[in-house]
């Protein structure tokens, strides 16, 4: 593999609500064109951080190759805007034309794209049903407050990061928290890392793409700073994924799978504060 990441920011210059030009960070974003064996899949716009793990994870998503074991080589050129993945076997993608024969437009960042193979082979996903604890919902947010630089330093990308308990062991950024979840996923498929006691924490909202791609890596919990969708919600219930959403602070929702939260940590209920509400004139 190359080790081909781009810097995530770029330096320009604005001028703000006094009439003065500051100097600033921008995310950066690119285009980077996937082929397998030569064959184009797709162009994915990225932060380019992690470009060979985007790729793998991506193909390992979209269930467009099966096993790490069919992967030779991952080389990233940036000078023509394109990674080149090489098989073991040389032919590309098996069956690329039955894989690919619908094609779902998404509401992904940027619009997303689901094929064929990857509905087809999502209901053999197989997720362990886990219990997770509200003090460790809570000690993961306090955890996850120390990652966002990037977001923190330029706004315009989502994060996403894979835990375990409370401790984040991967995080990455990306203009569209798709990509920063499939280098999450290509990171996993190198390392061989297991997701069935593994959280899923984005900035974004859980779609249903979103619950595919956690089913696809074996995480069973979802964890949201935003809000979710219908179809997101419908598809975890199929799948059995814990959805936990509008997470900060102390308040979180458990859309999905509340009877695997352990609810041992409650914040204290604050008094409602009564309305005043002015009694009836009576008549004399």
């Not at 991952?74 to 394109?82: M, S």
């Not at 280098?183 to 595919?212: C, P």
Request: proline content about 3%; glycine content about 8%.
């Amino acid at each position: 593999m190359t080790a081909a990441g781009l810097a995530p920011t770029k330096e320009v210059s604005a001028i703000d609500e006094h009439g003065e030009r500051r100097q600033l960070s921008v995310a950066g974003e690119f285009p980077l064109t996937l082929k397998v064996d030569g064959q184009e899949v797709v162009t994915l716009m990225t932060l380019g951080t992690h470009p060979e793990e985007l790729a793998l994870g991506y193909l390992r998503n979209q269930r467009l190759i099966e096993t790490i074991a069919e992967i030779a080589s991952v080389t990233v050129d940036w000078e023509r805007e394109r990674v080149n993945v090489a098989t073991s076997h040389g032919q590309g993608i098996i069956d690329w034309e039955a894989k690919t024969s619908k094609r779902t437009v998404t509401t992904g960042c940027a619009q997303g794209t689901v094929f064929s193979c990857t509905l087809d082979k999502l209901y053999d996903v197989r997720l362990p049903e886990v219990t997770i604890r509200q003090s460790t919902i809570y000690g993961l947010l306090k955890s996850i407050s120390a990652y966002n630089e990037l977001y923190k330093k330029a706004g315009a990308v989502h994060g996403c990061a894979l835990c375990e308990n409370t401790q984040v062991l991967i995080f990455v950024e990306d203009v569209g928290r798709h990509n920063a979840a499939d280098a999450i996923s290509g990171r996993m498929w190198l390392e061989d890392i297991d997701g069935g006691n593994k959280i899923f924490y984005t900035t974004g909202r859980l779609t249903s793409e979103i619950v595919m791609k956690a089913a696809h890596m074996g995480i069973p919990v979802l964890l949201s700073r935003s809000g979710i969708t219908h179809m997101g919600l419908e598809l975890a219930r199929d799948l059995g994924v814990v959805m936990i959403a509008r997470a900060k602070g102390k308040h979180f929702l458990v859309y999905q799978g509340h009877q695997q939260v352990e609810f041992d940590a409650k914040p204290e209920l604050r008094p409602r504060t009564l309305r005043h509400v002015p009694h009836e004139k009576t008549g004399t």
